[in-house]
């Protein structure tokens, strides 16, 4: 009987061991034994060295002609082969004078929409620009910039001394 004032003895670790026993497993054993592990199938070719030069030889040209079979091309992922621009005339679309479009899509359905009074090129209004109701002092100021616009072409007019 174990008296309670005696003190347990400290628990013995998990993965003490006298030391790394060697297998008495040949390599092909162990082979073996990885593959019923990971649930592998034996290969059909096994990984060993004493394979004849023919064999070798034979392998390679398997390899070589799934390559041919198979090509990997490489491409920049930056600028990614694009298809080549094929023009097709249809679909198209025309444009009716009230703003309205509608695609065409063979050259019959075209030549009656354009008899309908539809056009090719979508019509475009000028906007309207709104004259202001000027005093004649602004109007002349105004003729007199316009004047220097028209001499020095687009861009920023000339300082103009304004007497007043």
């Known amino acids: 009987m174990v008296s309670p004032c005696a ?3 400290a628990p013995m670790a998990l993965n003490e061991s006298r030391g790394w026993s060697r297998s008495s497993l040949t390599p092909q054993q162990k082979r073996e034994a990885e593959a019923a592990i990971y649930g592998l199938q034996e290969p059909a070719y ?6 004849s030069t023919a064999e070798i030889e034979r392998m390679r040209a398997m390899i070589a002609q799934h390559d041919q079979k198979t090509s990997v091309t490489e491409f920049d992922l930056n600028k990614p082969p694009v298809q080549p621009y094929v023009y097709m005339p249809f679909p198209k679309t025309v444009y009716h004078p009230d703003g309205r479009n509608r695609i065409v899509r063979d050259e019959p359905e075209m030549e009656m929409a354009l008899e309908a009074g539809w056009k ?4 475009v209004a000028a906007p309207a620009v709104e004259q202001a109701d000027l005093d004649p002092e602004a109007a002349a100021e105004a003729a007199a910039i316009d004047a220097q616009l028209i001499k020095r072409g687009p861009g920023r007019p000339r300082k103009v001394a304004i007497d007043g």
Do not use: A, V
């Open 120 to 123: 090719l090129k979508p019509i």
């Open 46 to 51: 096994p990984m060993s060295n004493d394979l």
């Open 7 to 9: 003190r347990p003895s």
